[in-house]
């Protein structure tokens, strides 16, 4: 039993992020900077947040438990959102995170466009093409504003070298829309999403560890659902891909402010998709992400306060 909890132990890319115990309580902070084709997209995400060690114990699963509040903040050349985020770890094989945001959409790069149902938007199309095409008519992109909150749960455990993760998360959001659209398109998700709707995203993740996590090699499949509203004319839909994702452990010193930078890149091809699959895109050309990401505990600007 106990081997078995050792190999469900909390899975970290580094070897040296296992061995760091967090500080009692500490400031700790997290950003992105992403890189997206098919389709096209630059996006910042970045959080900070005051950390509560919820355990004293030496046990795998519970030593590095811990919850989290603070600001966060994403942004885009085409919409930007800021809002509170709060993340609770009660284990190290699970964590729960919500996150409440104001949102605005600038109207560039055919951010916000909208129909009034699924039916319309099925009959007009909402390809890349026609997104485009629609971008510089008058009334079809506009910008606005509203709110957007999610919720998200993270599955994770690890035997040996290998690793799963699952990510699951509800997204909600009400935006101020044109007179009688109650469809918009989600640039994030890729997605159309009802206003004061949900999208259900979920990415699963099997991970293999090289030298000791510093590199890591493996398969990610995303599944995206939208059901279907009450108005009768938008029915439920969803939409599939999967592919190879890598990282690298740049830097890896959980102890220090900047002590963790990664690069990870990842090809996922549409398996199931409106617009992705051939019908305006060829299916041969796969979602793509360059990433760069950096983490570390205590202010930024600061060294993180030893171990109470």
Same mark, same amino acid.
């Given at each position: 039993?106990?081997?078995?909890?050792?190999?469900? *132990?909390?899975?970290? &890319?580094?070897?040296?992020?296992?061995? +760091?115990?967090?500080?009692?309580?500490?400031?700790?902070?997290?950003?992105?900077?992403?890189?997206?084709?098919?389709?096209?997209?630059?996006?910042?995400?970045?959080?900070?947040?005051?950390?509560?060690?919820? =355990?004293?114990?030496?046990?795998? /699963?519970?030593?590095? &438990?811990?919850?989290?509040?603070?600001?966060?903040?994403?942004?885009?050349?085409?919409?930007?959102?800021?809002?509170?985020?709060?993340?609770?770890?009660?284990?190290?094989?699970?964590?729960?995170? /919500?996150?409440?945001?104001?949102?605005?959409?600038?109207? &560039?790069?055919? =951010?916000?466009?909208?129909?009034?149902?699924?039916?319309?938007?099925?009959?007009?199309?909402?390809?890349?093409?026609?997104?485009?095409?629609?971008? $510089?008519? %008058?009334?079809?992109?506009?910008?606005?504003?509203?709110?957007?909150?999610?919720?998200?749960?993270?599955?994770?455990?690890?035997?040996?070298?290998?690793?799963?993760?699952?990510?699951?998360?509800? @997204?909600?959001? %009400?935006?101020?829309?044109?007179?009688?659209?109650? /469809?918009?398109? $989600?640039? %994030?998700?890729?997605?159309?999403?009802?206003?004061?709707? +949900?999208?259900?995203?979920? $990415?699963?993740?099997?991970?293999?560890?090289?030298?000791?996590?510093?590199?890591?090699?493996? %398969?990610?499949?995303?599944?995206?659902?939208?059901?279907?509203?009450?108005?009768?004319?938008?029915?439920?839909?969803?939409?599939?891909? @999967?592919?190879? *994702? +890598? *990282?690298?452990?740049?830097?890896?010193?959980?102890?220090?402010?900047?002590?963790?930078?990664?690069?990870?890149?990842?090809?996922?091809?549409?398996?199931?998709?409106?617009?992705? &699959?051939?019908?305006?895109?060829?299916?041969?050309?796969?979602? +793509?992400?360059?990433?760069?990401?950096?983490?570390?505990?205590?202010?930024?600007?600061?060294?993180?306060?030893? @171990?109470?």
């Amino acid at each position: 039993m106990k081997k078995l909890l050792l190999a469900l *132990m909390f899975w970290a &890319t580094t070897a040296s992020a296992q061995d +760091f115990k967090i500080p009692s309580k500490s400031w700790a902070h997290e950003h992105a900077l992403a890189v997206r084709v098919n389709p096209l997209g630059l996006m910042l995400f970045s959080r900070l947040g005051h950390k509560w060690r919820l =355990s004293s114990s030496d046990s795998m /699963l519970f030593e590095n &438990t811990y919850l989290e509040l603070g600001p966060s903040v994403a942004a885009s050349p085409a919409w930007a959102r800021g809002g509170v985020t709060l993340t609770v770890q009660p284990i190290n094989l699970f964590r729960f995170r /919500l996150k409440s945001e104001a949102i605005g959409l600038f109207g &560039t790069f055919g =951010s916000t466009q909208s129909w009034e149902n699924g039916l319309q938007a099925n009959n007009q199309g909402w390809s890349d093409s026609v997104l485009n095409a629609r971008e $510089d008519t %008058v009334g079809d992109n506009y910008a606005t504003y509203g709110l957007r909150s999610s919720a998200e749960g993270l599955l994770q455990a690890k035997v040996g070298p290998v690793a799963v993760r699952s990510t699951f998360q509800t @997204v909600h959001q %009400v935006l101020q829309l044109r007179d009688g659209d109650q /469809l918009v398109y $989600d640039q %994030v998700l890729d997605v159309l999403i009802p206003n004061n709707g +949900f999208a259900l995203n979920n $990415d699963a993740d099997l991970l293999g560890l090289i030298q000791d996590g510093r590199f890591v090699a493996g %398969v990610r499949h995303t599944w995206t659902h939208t059901p279907a509203a009450h108005d009768g004319d938008t029915p439920a839909y969803t939409q599939q891909r @999967v592919g190879p *994702m +890598f *990282m690298w452990s740049i830097l890896d010193d959980a102890s220090k402010a900047h002590g963790q930078v990664q690069l990870i890149t990842m090809a996922q091809w549409w398996l199931q998709h409106a617009n992705r &699959t051939g019908q305006d895109v060829p299916q041969g050309i796969p979602y +793509f992400v360059l990433a760069v990401k950096t983490s570390g505990f205590g202010l930024p600007w600061k060294r993180a306060q030893p @171990v109470e």
